[in-house]
């Protein structure tokens, strides 16, 4: 009767052999590692869809308050010198020349100006818009005043700005009329574009 032989493996191979046998019985497919990447792809979208909504929202939070500083401002001012700023001497050329912008007018931390007349009595810098993006009157890329014409230079004004997430409720309340009766809205109540202001000192 004759023996059986047995060849011995050495180490390197025993060890290929347990690896292989352990990545085909236990390991993962190739189908549910594509469903993990996918998943994981997924829920990164939604992250990163979240955050900028957020983003949003909080710029927008800041441009609300920012318009709410400059309009106290500008009140204060009127109540001291009797007018408000008149446009057209800031160096803008978005969307004219008769408007002040907070991009091109900035000079020396402020942008709503006659020249060098500018509200430093009751701000110590005029807030500009949070993303800055490029001029675009009026979609985007600034804060926009103008207080020149329409039967009163100086005696009435508007502020123009946008949302970047609309809708907003305060798109319900804007618009300015001018001394003479124009009206100003450069909105259609659903685009996040505001207009508001004042006219012959009140806000």
């Not at 008769?98 to 500018?118: A, E, L, P, V």
């Not at 997430?165 to 685009?191: M, R, S």
Request: hydrophobic residues 35%; aromatic residues 12%.
């Amino acid at each position: 009767m004759q023996k059986q032989k047995f060849t011995l493996l050495n180490p390197a191979k025993r060890e290929f052999r347990r690896k292989r046998n352990y990545l085909t019985g236990q390991g993962f497919t190739l189908i549910e590692l594509l469903v993990v990447i996918t998943i994981i792809g997924l829920l990164a979208t939604i992250v990163l869809v979240s955050l900028n909504s957020a983003q949003k929202k909080a710029r927008d939070a800041t441009r609300l308050a920012d318009i709410q500083q400059i309009r106290k401002a500008l009140r204060f001012y009127y109540q001291e010198h009797g007018s408000y700023p008149i446009s057209g001497s800031c160096g803008a050329s978005v969307p004219n020349g008769g408007w002040c912008n907070s991009i091109q007018s900035f000079q020396n931390g402020h942008w709503i100006r006659n020249g060098t007349t500018n509200l430093s009595e009751f701000l110590q810098r005029d807030p500009v818009d949070p993303k800055g993006s490029p001029l675009s009157f009026p979609n985007s890329g600034a804060y926009y005043y103008f207080a020149n014409g329409y039967g009163g230079s100086g005696q009435w004004y508007m502020l123009v700005f946008r949302l970047e997430n609309p809708p907003h409720l305060i798109e319900k309340q804007d618009g300015v009329t001018a001394p003479n009766g124009h009206y100003f809205h450069y909105g259609n109540g659903t685009n996040g574009i505001i207009t508001i202001g004042a006219s012959a000192g009140w806000q």
